[in-house]
């Protein structure tokens, strides 16, 4: 089994950054995306950003485009998300996903992609 853990997630002012991290603990497995996703409440959970393991690619949601930043250490099975210029609407819980390979017709901004997902850290952002 896999295990992924957040942190870094608090509270902070409108303009201001946070940095996620998401370790991957556990058995060996092949890697494909590592993504966050977002859930406010009352909302359904959000695509955020993506990355490729293997090439470093990355996709971003449109709502995060240019403040948000997306990373991975392979060495470390280590994937960060730097999110500057905060806003108040992305207060919600941050999760970490990673999917194990590619499904057909299943695009990285899709949650059936991934196979396995962390517990979720609160990012609150004050106005």
């Known amino acids: 089994q896999v295990q992924l853990a957040e942190s870094g997630g608090g509270l902070v002012q409108a303009g201001g950054s946070l940095r996620l991290s998401c370790a991957a603990s556990?058995?060996?497995?092949?890697?494909?995306?590592a993504g966050w996703f977002r859930q406010a409440a009352g909302k359904e959970r959000e695509f955020v950003a993506a990355?490729?393991?293997?090439?470093?690619?990355?996709n971003y949601a449109d709502s995060v485009a240019g403040r948000f930043t997306i990373s991975r250490d392979n060495a470390k099975n280590t994937v960060w998300l730097q999110m500057n210029n905060l806003k108040p609407e992305d207060t919600a819980v941050y999760f970490c996903?990673?999917?194990?390979?590619?499904?057909?017709?299943?695009?990285?901004?899709?949650?059936?992609?991934?196979?396995?997902w962390g517990q979720g850290t609160q990012v609150i952002v004050s106005s």
């Open positions: 990355i490729s393991w293997r090439t470093g690619s990355t």
């Open positions: 556990g058995r060996t497995f092949s890697r494909y995306v």
């Open positions: 996903a990673a999917a194990s390979n590619a499904k057909y017709g299943v695009t990285w901004y899709r949650r059936e992609l991934y196979d396995f």
